[in-house]
């Protein structure tokens, strides 16, 4: 058994907390570094079903930080404090990785895993995969629905950012001279302004493109001696079709 901050230093010397978003939030969000560490659970989320169902003196660690913007109190009847509040009567420590592993980790497993590229560099954040072939194959690489804008048939250099990556796009999209863009949560104006500059759009959902998290974090894990326990989190979405 190890405590919480030998854990931590093992989680940064993975994927460094210094190399997340300055909006970010990665990193301790809820525990004591003294304490000691039973069980550890991964997931993309963390919901109040995981909270109620997670071992008392355990750690979490989660993709997307539970705490995000600065709390001005603590309302146990509203979001996040009453999942807050049952991880600290538990004894629950939480650690979350997010733009950090997004950097190290989960945006290269989705482009080689996912989507078959093994060419393909890193600027910033995102994965430019630079090579030529058409838009329609591109297509069919997601088993899945997807939302899309096509501009061009042929397309010869793609930006790649796992979960919602339009803001960290728009700060390379000229730069490298992209053609189409894959990311998650997309929205209509952002469509309008890429559709205008000619660069066609993938919108891969955020859920799809990071559910991966836990699944690739697991075996470094097991190098600690720990068989971590991947929460099965399903995407809260249902779609409906006619």
Not at 2 to 21: G, N, R, T
Not at 29 to 34: A, P, S, Y
Not at 42 to 58: H, M, P, R, Y
Request: glycine share 4%.
């Amino acid at each position: 058994m190890l405590k919480l901050k030998e854990i931590y230093k093992y989680l940064d010397s993975i994927s460094p907390f210094s190399l997340q978003e300055s909006w970010d939030n990665s990193g301790l969000l809820i525990g004591n570094m003294e304490s000691d560490i039973k069980d550890i659970y991964l997931t993309l989320e963390v919901t109040k079903e995981l909270a109620l169902s997670a071992k008392q003196d355990s750690l979490i660690i989660s993709h997307h930080p539970l705490i995000f913007k600065a709390l001005n109190k603590l309302d146990f009847l509203d979001y996040p404090s009453n999942i807050i509040e049952i991880l600290i009567k538990k004894n629950i420590s939480l650690i979350a990785m997010h733009t950090n592993f997004d950097i190290t980790h989960l945006n290269k497993y989705f482009v080689e895993k996912i989507l078959g590229f093994n060419n393909y560099s890193m600027a910033e954040i995102a994965c430019i995969v630079d090579d030529k072939f058409e838009f329609d194959t591109l297509l069919k690489k997601f088993d899945y629905p997807i939302r899309y804008s096509k501009c061009k048939d042929i397309i010869q250099k793609i930006a790649v950012v796992c979960g919602s990556g339009i803001s960290q796009i728009e700060s390379i999209y000229k730069e490298y001279s992209i053609d189409c863009v894959i990311t998650g949560d997309v929205k209509y104006h952002d469509v309008m302004k890429f559709k205008s500059l000619g660069i066609s759009i993938i919108d891969a959902n955020h859920y799809q493109t990071e559910c991966f998290f836990g699944e690739i974090l697991s075996p470094y894990l097991k190098d600690i001696s720990y068989n971590a326990i991947i929460f099965d989190l399903e995407n809260p979405f249902s779609i409906k079709i006619n």
